[in-house]
């Protein structure tokens, strides 16, 4: 057969796999593998710690590729393929190994039954698929007769592949065909194969109806199942990406009307200015024949203006001169009167004398009522130092300090003493609190002892001494008062806790706790005692007694200290009543030496107010004397002032006359100025200038205007003009036109002079250049705006017919979707009635009475990445004669599982027709209840041999012992160790029927050599 031959077509044709050898695909070893035509078909595994890790998925996966299973997406190129490919790190071999750029899978297809060697080579033929880490993923090859890789080891068989591939004759002329064309070249288009694959090599992942109860699959799951088998799920896809493109067109349709709608919203902005500048270029007629008669009224204006300053400047000229003589008169009247020097030296010297005697009368007056006042203050002064010295009882004040100092000596030394008393008072209150609390003798000692937990007590809180006996024991006690009594038990104890207080002594005592028994220790110092004071005869120890109080026994020792509390106390309320008696005393001694300071400043006040007496009758004798004199200068002074007061009447008059005449001439000047101002700024030669002819051609300009606007004053056109202006300005340039966009010149008479905000007058300074700014700003758009409306029209056109086109497209993209989902709806009802019938017909065939299957068409979704979700519910009878049950219904396992294995085996008789037919299953039986595995198994194996179907499936390590008995071939791969790249040979075994072929294929793949390829 020729590979190259022109048309290649369904090559294999009903030939079916008789074996397979894999190169550099995932682990899987280069052993040929033989294969069995129908039937069940086990593929177990060994990895290094189960089943896993031995490649069962990519054994199988290659199998379905290379009876071109739709799920590779081979018409995309099949880009899943490079995932079977060896990869060193998945393999954890980067480190010996690196990833390989190509693999192979090589098939051998015989006619079915064939069954010896003779007819094997008859009509075989080897097919080639190289998988490419990159793009194309798929190269076709083939050739009539055995072709496959050779050699004793892995390594050789791996060395040879690459030129046997290139041995092989290109299978579309110059080149290779691809996955694009591989279901057609090797099969005709002719579904060879259906599988479930739920690892990661798929393309898809789908429903398995073997991985799980039947009856825990929803609806849609199972359509998604039976769809995968049958090939649906690639025409619902298509159907997907219609209702795509149909959202694309729909999506560009609206687009489109967007854009057109945002288009028209921008070109009516373009559009409306074009209008405005249109109605603008209108107006600037209007407006300059405004302004042309708005400067002839003006020029007019000005020359009857000017006649008329002319006038009131002549009258001016004579007013002022009267003035200016009636000023110089006044001025010589006012000299004569301003002239008399005589007059005005006998009035200030009338004044001065007078003012003189005043004040002297003033400042005498001042000083004595200031010391009247002072000797009233002084006169009180005296009579309290009076009140205060008759405390002093004759006493001078040297003698009242001599007191005052015996007094404050006292008071001090019973202070002093009250102190001594109270510190004695208060240490007299410590002992007593200490003795009654016991803390008077070794309180340190006692309290370190008993927070160690050790009973402790002073020795004197223990012994008590009669009194009778005082003389003889407290001498003998007198070295131990500071000593601590504990128990002999606790002596070690005590030590430590005591041994940061050097010096302290510890009695060791006898007796129970509470109750210490001092009979050894008091009686060890009575015998070392001798006669009085010898205390230690031995050491030579003497000590002298005759305490006043007990220095043993704690009741004696309270009593003791209470009674001297009570002296002190009593001694304490003696020195407190001395204090108080001696602050009485300098209190009193206090008061007499201030009453003696008081007697001796009231003998000095009152020599003061003797002295103050006689200056002020020496003051009221100096003002007397001072009347008569007083009264001669104020006659003098009224006359004079009389005689001054006329003058200055007069001079004042005349200074007033002055003034008036003189703000008068400044007046008409004034005016004068303000004439002269005004003449100079008619400017009447601008005004001239600005009308561009003669007063009397303005005047005739004038009089041939319509007779309601001849009479309109320079005013009235002044508002006109500017309102033209304005109103052509805000035409090319609304309100909110950026500065930006306008011209320099326009701007700077627009922005920068404030046309908009200005007054009336400010406005008319500008009319006339911004005219001839408009005018070339109207002339040089006017072009522009033409070509542009040109442009619209166009593009208007344009885009309306891109908006129908996209019309159009979506109307059609919207028939043909909807057109081929009514094919493909029926297209599915009828694929799924011919499940359903070939379901009814292995259901009553193997053992049951009849199943079938629901399925509803539902609504098409109208989002483009929503499926068309249909469902498929089974249903059969659980008895003869009964009507059929829904499958979610309750039932045993056993009865679940065989559906499941009908309905699978059913769906891939629909879509297989009348050619072999391979069914691959991955995890294999993985839910089936261990009690059915056996008889599901089973159920495969003999629908496969009736049916012409090869059904593969991978197993689990609990399967293998039932798909040994039941399946036609058991197919082990085998991995010891994750050290090992690539498997070892795997183990194919066949049953008793199809032993003795499987043993024919392995030898006759084996002893192939390279040879004459038959290309005939």
């Known amino acids: 057969m020729s590979a190259a031959a022109a048309g290649a077509f369904d090559v294999v044709g009903e030939r079916v796999l008789v074996g397979i050898q894999v190169v550099d695909i995932s682990r899987l070893s280069t052993h040929p593998v033989p294969m069995i035509g129908q039937g069940l078909v086990t593929v177990a595994g060994q990895g290094p710690k189960d089943s896993n890790g031995a490649g069962k998925s990519s054994f199988i996966a290659a199998l379905s590729l290379l009876h071109a299973d739709e799920q590779w997406r081979l018409a995309s190129g099949a880009a899943g393929a490079a995932e079977l490919l060896f990869t060193a790190e998945l393999a954890a071999q980067e480190g010996r190994w690196s990833n390989v750029d190509r693999g192979y899978v090589i098939g051998v297809f015989a006619p079915p039954g064939t069954g010896s060697l003779t007819e094997l080579t008859s009509d075989v033929i080897t097919v080639w698929l190289r998988i490419n880490r990159k793009a ?390 009575a015998a070392r005692a001798a006669a009085d004071p010898v205390v230690d005869e031995a050491a030579g120890v003497l000590a002298i007694g005759g305490f006043a109080e007990p220095i043993t026994g704690q009741p004696a020792r309270v009593a003791a200290a209470e009674e001297a509390h009570r002296e002190l106390t009593t001694a304490l309320d003696a020195a407190s009543a001395v204090v108080e008696q001696a602050r009485a005393a300098l209190a009193r001694a206090d008061a007499r030496a201030k009453a003696a300071d008081a007697a001796e400043r009231a003998d000095a006040l009152r020599k003061e107010i003797g002295e103050l007496r006689e200056a002020n009758t020496d003051r009221q004798d100096r003002r007397e004397a001072l009347v008569p004199d007083l009264a001669a200068a104020e006659d003098a002074y009224a006359r004079e002032l009389g005689v001054h007061n006329s003058r200055e009447e007069r001079v004042t008059s005349l200074r007033d006359t002055r003034k008036r005449l003189t703000q008068t001439l400044r007046e008409k000047e004034a005016e004068r100025f303000a004439l002269t101002e005004e003449r100079d700024g008619l400017g009447l030669l601008d005004r001239e200038k600005a009308w561009g002819d003669s007063p009397d051609a303005a005047r005739r300009h004038l009089v041939a205007l319509p007779g309601d606007t001849q009479a309109r004053t320079t005013a009235a056109w002044d508002d006109e003009a500017t309102r033209l202006t304005n109103e052509v300005a805000v035409r090319c340039f609304p309100p909110g036109t950026p500065p930006e966009e306008l011209t320099a010149e326009l701007r700077e008479l627009l922005v920068t002079q404030n046309w908009t905000g200005g007054t009336l007058e400010t406005r ?128 045993n396992t056993a009865q679940m599982d065989e559906k499941a294995v009908k309905l699978v085996c059913a769906a891939a008789l629909a879509r297989g027709g009348d050619r072999p037919l391979l069914l691959i299953l991955d995890e294999l039986g993985r839910n089936l209840g261990k009690q059915h595995r056996r008889e599901a198994v089973a159920l495969f194996e003999r629908i496969g041999n009736d049916h012409n179907i090869t059904v593969v499936g991978a197993l689990q390590d609990d399967m293998e012992r039932y798909a040994i008995e039941a399946s036609g071939l058991y197919v082990k791969l085998r991995r010891r160790s994750d050290t090992m790249a690539y498997n070892e040979e795997p183990v194919v075994v066949g049953n008793d029927a199809n032993a003795a072929r499987v043993e024919l294929l392995r030898t006759w793949m084996t002893s192939f050599r390279p040879g004459t390829l038959d290309v005939a």
């Open 136 to 525: 194309p993923y798929l190269d076709l090859r083939w050739t009539g007769g055995l072709h496959v890789p050779y050699g004793a080891t892995e390594s050789e068989r791996a060395a040879r592949v690459d030129e046997l591939w290139a041995e092989l004759p290109r299978s579309n002329g110059r080149t290779d065909f691809h996955a694009g064309q591989l279901s057609r070249v090797l099969f005709g288009q002719n579904a060879r194969c259906v599988s479930f694959l739920s690892t990661s090599v798929r393309a898809s992942q789908a429903a398995n109806l073997l991985a799980q109860p039947l009856n825990d699959l929803p609806p849609h799951r199972i359509f998604d199942a039976i769809a995968t088998l049958t090939g649906l799920d690639r025409e619902l896809e298509h159907e997907q990406v219609l209702r795509t493109a149909e959202h694309r067109h729909r999506s560009d349709v609206l687009d489109a009307e967007r854009d057109l709608a945002s288009w028209e919203s921008e070109m009516a902005v373009v559009e409306a200015g074009i209008a405005r500048r249109l109605a603008a270029r209108e107006l600037l007629d209007e407006a300059r024949t405004a302004w042309r008669s708005r400067c002839a009224r003006h020029l007019l204006d000005g020359v009857e203006r000017a006649s008329e300053l002319r006038q009131a400047l002549a009258g001016l000229d004579e007013t002022e001169a009267e003035l200016k003589q009636e000023i110089d008169a006044v001025e010589d009247r006012l000299a004569a009167l301003t002239d008399d020097d005589e007059s005005a030296r006998r009035f200030e010297a009338a004044q001065r004398t007078r003012n003189e005697l005043i004040a002297r009368d003033r400042e005498l007056e001042a000083a004595h009522l200031a010391a009247g006042q002072h000797l009233d203050r002084l006169t009180t002064t005296h009579r309290s130092l009076l009140d205060e010295a008759r405390a002093a009882d004759g006493r001078t004040p040297p003698v009242a300090a001599a007191e005052l100092d015996e007094a404050r000596t006292a008071l001090e030394e019973a202070i002093a003493a009250q102190a001594v008393a109270r510190a004695a008072a208060a240490e007299a209150r410590r002992r007593v609190t200490a003795t009654e609390s016991g803390d008077d003798v070794a309180a340190e000692q006692v309290e370190r002892l008993r927070a160690a937990k050790v009973d402790a007590v002073a020795l004197v809180d223990v012994v008590t001494v009669d009194p009778a006996e005082r003389d003889v024991w407290e001498p003998r006690l007198t070295p131990y008062r500071e000593a601590v009594v504990v128990g002999r038990k606790d002596a070690t104890t005590a030590v430590k806790a005591l041994a940061g207080l050097p010096g302290s002594l510890l009695v060791l005592a006898d007796g129970k706790k509470g109750a210490p028994d001092l009979t050894a220790f008091l009686d060890a110092i």
């Open 764 to 891: 008319v300074t500008l009319v006339a250049p911004l005219l001839r700014a408009l005018d070339t700003h109207l002339e040089d758009t006017e072009e522009h705006d033409q070509h542009q409306l040109k442009q619209i029209t166009e593009q208007r056109s344009r885009r309306t017919a891109d908006l129908a086109a996209a019309r159009l497209g979506h109307g059609e993209a919207e028939q043909t979707a909807r057109a081929h989902r009514t094919s493909l709806a029926s297209g599915i009802k009828a694929m799924l009635k011919k499940v359903a019938a070939e379901f009814d017909r292995l259901d009553q065939e193997y053992g049951g009475y009849g199943a079938g299957l629901d399925y509803p068409e539902p609504e098409p979704p109208s989002e483009p990445d929503k499926p068309w979700r249909w469902t498929v519910s089974p249903k059969w009878r659980r008895a003869e004669g009964q009507r059929m049950s829904a499958y979610t219904l309750r039932s």
